[in-house]
């Protein structure tokens, strides 16, 4: 009888403990060791996040919700809107966009539209390894919009690219689904840059604004120099592993979806989590927007943090009445903007040094964080994981190939490096119609 209530009371201590310990979890918990970004670096995402609005505006002249400030966007600037009818279900809605000021060209993807059927079957598109690209693993269905986008807008992207003296960046932007698709279209162009005339790897970015986990842990830090994660807070989507077809289908009961996941998550070792390629992860370098304290009513002023994380890449579930309000873009664009702003008025204070020496160091400390980072996830042993060296002569490999005006197919063969050449990447995820329009397959196989 001793035994039973001792291994009893064994039993209930070690569930308050976890009860104690999940619930006290907050959002800022993640980022608490990272270091914090700088204006110059962060100054892109309030004008990022209010081109990804401006796609919701059916017309920018006269707009029908703009953010506080407005839009500050020319509307003569707007090369191009694309709508539902438009991408057939394809694709998300998207705008393009010159920003002549910021010298940039901007493709920008509208996030989940809960009453389109279109956007649920891009979700739904996937399964558990279900599609292998450049080593690691990716959401089938995002990785087919990524590429029917591409295949659509390379030639206007290209002729634009060229015109503004093939000098502006190439931006891809969006928020929540827009950001699976933007992310994904970043690594296929990053793979395929003479769809886009040969544009350098460095002219590429791209902004994934309450990101979906889209790519295994490889490519997630892998491209980390390219792609960059905004995260508000308590933002349930770049947390919840469960797969994101899962995710939509249950969003009207997401508190217990989230639940049952935290419950789940607690019995799984972190080493186990890493060494499974088929984990999909939120790519790139994060920056967390942190404005809300333990146990503190309201919001403080936002923090902007920043780091490659390899282990305890926003793993934790956060049990948060805010964890979908965070989710929102118009918060998060107002939550920016206030950050930057923050940002700014704190440079006078603690700048002692030339603003471009202190540029040139930061950017130098931006590559050593991410070589550091690669260097991490090998000495983790996660899956399919390239040292700094390997990730640099593949950068190599493939400034040569593009360098030669004329491969003979065996330079090709090698500088590839197993990358798939994009008429057999598109033959294997589409079929052509009669009018030469591209439709998904529907029988499409585990790549």
Not at 119 to 130: H, Q, V
Not at 142 to 165: C, D, F, H, M, V
Not at 242 to 265: A, G, M
Not at 299 to 305: D, I, L
């Amino acid at each position: 009888m001793s035994v039973s209530c001792g291994v009893e009371c064994v039993v209930i201590l070690g569930c308050v403990r976890w009860a104690w310990k999940r619930c006290t979890y907050i959002g800022s918990d993640d980022s608490a060791t990272w270091a914090s970004a700088t204006a110059d670096e962060f100054e892109p995402v309030p004008r990022i996040c209010r081109l990804i609005l401006a796609v919701y505006e059916p017309d920018l002249r006269n707009p029908q919700f703009p953010p506080p400030g407005g839009y500050r966007l020319n509307p003569e600037c707007l090369i191009k809107r694309v709508t539902y009818e438009q991408t057939q279900g394809l694709s998300p809605p998207y705008i393009i966009y010159v920003d002549h000021e910021h010298r940039q060209i901007v493709l920008a993807i509208r996030g989940l539209n809960l009453a389109k059927e279109s956007d649920y079957k891009l979700l739904l598109d996937n399964r558990l390894g279900m599609q292998m690209f450049d080593g690691g693993y990716v959401h089938h269905g995002l990785l087919k919009s990524a590429i029917w986008l591409l295949n659509q807008e390379s030639e206007t992207l290209r002729q634009l690219w060229i015109e503004n003296g093939s000098d502006y960046k190439m931006i891809f932007a969006g928020h929540s689904l827009g950001s699976g698709v933007a992310a994904l279209l970043t690594i296929v162009v990053v793979n395929h840059r003479e769809r886009l005339g040969d544009i350098p790897r460095s002219k590429i970015q791209c902004y994934a604004i309450a990101p979906a986990r889209c790519m295994s842990l490889n490519l997630a830090v892998k491209y980390a120099d390219v792609i960059y994660s905004i995260v508000l807070q308590d933002d349930f989507l770049p947390r919840t592993a469960t797969p994101l077809e899962d995710i939509f289908k249950s969003i009207f009961c997401l508190p217990c979806l989230l639940f049952l996941v935290c419950l789940r998550d607690t019995f799984i070792p972190e080493g186990r989590k890493l060494r499974d390629p088929r984990r999909l992860y939120a790519p790139g370098r994060m920056y967390h927007i942190v404005e809300r304290k333990f146990c503190r009513c309201g919001r403080y002023p936002p923090e902007v943090r920043t780091a490659i994380p390899v282990d305890g890449r926003f793993e934790q579930i956060v049990l948060s009445c805010n964890a979908t309000a965070d989710h929102g873009i118009l918060w998060i664009e107002r939550e920016a903007e206030k950050a930057l702003e923050r940002m700014k008025e704190s440079c006078p204070e603690t700048v002692t040094t030339a603003p471009k020496v202190q540029k040139l160091e930061r950017l130098e400390t931006i590559e050593k964080e991410h070589k550091d980072a690669l260097e991490r996830a090998v000495s983790l042993n996660v899956p399919h994981a390239v040292t700094p060296n390997e990730e640099s002569q593949e950068h190599q490999n493939t400034e040569a190939s593009h360098s030669q005006e004329e491969n003979t197919p065996e330079m090709k063969a090698k500088s590839s490096r197993g990358k798939a050449n994009w008429d057999e990447l598109v033959e294997k995820l589409f079929k052509k119609k009669e009018s030469g329009d591209l439709q998904l397959r529907d029988d499409n196989a585990p790549q």
